[in-house]
């Protein structure tokens, strides 16, 4: 039978408050006294407040940035960062294609270039139109714009986010020889951190009694005002 592990009450205090502003200035630091008498500081509660689950009750993950979020719908894609981006994005290119529809063929074709290159992943030059086939007029390229955009942020967060996703050589980094070995000792170093026990120390400034010299007011002028 395994056993259970003790649950975990916080980090202690080393020298554990002896009269009553000691006991402020720990509570102040954020630590609280169990039960036991001992003085401990209790680990950050990172779960969403009920307020926030009664207004928010959905979770979900978001399609781009893998980031965790929650929302009023129930089926919702996109965190509202990426959301917002892929809004602006599509509303900037949309005002392009459309302030092009009565314009020359030569003009057209510049401003498409415009809207291939705001498609364009600034990482490996990938394009959010690529391998798909394109209408022959702007109207149907409006029809389309909206699941390019969306395809290029994703293809862009998969390069900024490579950690969250599956592996792949394409949006994968390189890393030299000196890069891993820094990457594998940060992640060792930190799992030790997490083995080890930690402890907290409250080092308690000492009091300084002053006499007050003068009670006179001085009067200063405000800065660019005039005498």
């Not at 056993?3 to 009553?20: A, D, H, M, S, Y």
Request: contains cysteine.
């Amino acid at each position: 039978m395994r056993k259970l592990r003790p649950k975990f009450e916080g980090w202690p205090l080393e020298n554990p408050p002896q009269t009553e502003d000691e006991r402020l200035i720990a509570q102040e630091c954020g630590f609280v006294e169990l039960a036991t008498g001992q003085w401990v500081r209790p680990p950050r509660d990172l779960r969403p407040p009920l307020e926030i689950i009664q207004k928010y009750p959905h979770g979900h993950t978001c399609r781009a940035c893998k980031d965790s979020f929650r929302s009023q719908r129930p089926r919702d894609p996109y965190c509202v960062s990426c959301d917002n981006i892929i809004r602006n994005r599509l509303r900037n290119l949309e005002g392009i294609l459309q302030a092009a529809l009565k314009l020359s063929p030569d003009k057209q074709r510049r401003a498409w270039e415009e809207v291939e290159k705001e498609l364009t992943c600034p990482m490996c030059s990938w394009q959010g139109n690529q391998n798909r086939g394109e209408p022959g007029d702007f109207a149907g390229l409006l029809e389309n714009l909206p699941r390019w955009v969306d395809r290029a942020h994703r293809h862009f967060m998969r390069h900024m986010f490579w950690n969250r996703f599956p592996y792949s050589r394409r949006f994968t980094p390189q890393l030299s020889a000196a890069e891993k070995e820094s990457y594998i000792e940060r992640r060792d170093q930190s799992k030790n951190i997490e083995a080890e026990p930690i402890s907290f120390f409250i080092g308690h400034v000492a009091q300084i009694e002053y006499e007050l010299r003068t009670t006179k007011t001085v009067s200063l002028p405000l800065p660019g005002r005039a005498e």
